[in-house]
């Protein structure tokens, strides 16, 4: 018995289309609102499936010469960004490290240029006193 397709109506309104050979449903077509529609979508079905080529996706890919060397070339790849992933935590790692040294360096030449300033201040102050001092003596003994 050959195969055929039947357009059905669930309901109202509604066409879908069915391939049946030997009793057994072979396929099904979404619903239409249209039977014009349903039409259409059998006589593209009949275009496609005389074309369609048949692959089995349950077997393992051949095993080629072009494949061997993409599957090594991404291998390689992959090694590459991780290395270079590597490299760059390295040099972000050492920046920060230079940065918090710097910081440090400067902090210790900050408090050395203010305990310099301080006792700068204190001859200053130190100076003025005796400056004044050796005035009022000698003003007193004039």
């Not at 039947?6 to 072979?26: D, F, M, N």
């Not at 494949?67 to 290395?83: D, F, N, Q, S």
């Not at 940065?99 to 300033?117: I, L, P, Y």
């Amino acid at each position: 018995m050959a195969a055929k397709f039947e357009v059905r109506s669930p309901k109202a309104g509604q066409y879908t289309w069915v391939l049946i050979s030997q009793g057994r449903t072979l396929a099904t077509g979404e619903r239409y609102a249209r039977k014009a529609s349903a039409e259409k979508a059998i006589e593209s079905m009949r275009q496609a499936a005389a074309a369609a080529t048949v692959v089995d996706l349950t077997l393992a890919p051949a095993r080629t010469a072009a494949g061997a060397v993409a599957r090594t070339m991404g291998r390689r790849v992959g090694r590459a960004v991780v290395k270079s992933g590597a490299a760059v935590e390295r040099a972000e790692q050492a920046v920060t490290e230079t940065a918090t040294g710097t910081a440090e360096v400067a902090k210790t030449v900050v408090k050395r240029a203010k305990s310099s300033a301080k006792k700068a201040a204190k001859k200053t102050k130190a100076a003025a006193k005796k400056g004044k001092a050796k005035k009022g003596k000698g003003k007193k003994a004039r």
